[in-house]
């Protein structure tokens, strides 16, 4: 069983994407704000084999703990089926959860990776991309 107490959290403020973007409706700034964080956490995902790019996925409601055999070595399969996860929740309310579960992906997410592009994170450094947005 997974202790969810071992993961890291991040989560981008709303009340500030809302100020920011008066008259948006609130769904479609939650779903920029979820797609985004797809978008800029897979192209940071080191590539060795395409398992941990892969493994990075949404879903709506509640924490997913799968994880996947396959392999994404681009990232456009594993931004697209996150799309389908994101854009089926129609409730603007529902947290959208985005998350990977690798046994690994901590030390990578801490530049464990000769792969990273980015030694200073995936999930971190997307997070402060998409709330910079907002400030």
Same mark, same amino acid.
């Given at each position: 069983?997974?202790?969810?107490?071992?993961?890291?959290?991040?989560?981008?403020?709303?009340?500030?994407?809302?100020?920011?973007?008066?008259?948006?409706?609130?769904?479609?700034?939650?779903?920029?704000?979820?797609?985004?964080?797809?978008?800029?956490?897979?192209?940071?995902?080191?590539?060795? @084999?395409?398992? /941990?790019? &892969?493994?990075?996925?949404?879903?709506?409601?509640? $924490?997913?703990?799968? %994880? #996947?055999?396959?392999?994404?070595?681009?990232?456009?399969? @594993?931004?697209? /089926?996150? &799309?389908?996860?994101?854009?089926?929740?129609?409730? $603007?309310?529902?947290? %959208? #959860?985005?998350?990977?579960?690798?046994?690994?992906?901590?030390?990578?997410?801490?530049?464990?990776?000769?792969?990273?592009?980015?030694?200073?994170?995936?999930?971190?450094?997307?997070?402060?991309?998409?709330?910079?947005?907002?400030?």
């Amino acid at each position: 069983m997974t202790n969810i107490q071992n993961f890291e959290k991040w989560g981008v403020d709303m009340e500030k994407a809302k100020k920011k973007l008066v008259g948006v409706p609130l769904i479609n700034i939650r779903n920029k704000i979820a797609m985004d964080l797809m978008k800029y956490i897979t192209d940071r995902t080191p590539v060795d @084999t395409g398992r /941990a790019k &892969a493994n990075t996925h949404a879903s709506a409601g509640s $924490p997913s703990f799968a %994880i #996947f055999d396959f392999v994404d070595t681009i990232g456009g399969a @594993t931004i697209a /089926a996150a &799309a389908q996860i994101i854009l089926d929740s129609t409730n $603007p309310y529902e947290k %959208i #959860f985005i998350q990977n579960n690798l046994p690994y992906i901590r030390r990578l997410e801490h530049g464990w990776s000769a792969q990273a592009r980015d030694p200073d994170g995936m999930f971190g450094l997307a997070v402060a991309q998409v709330e910079a947005e907002f400030s």
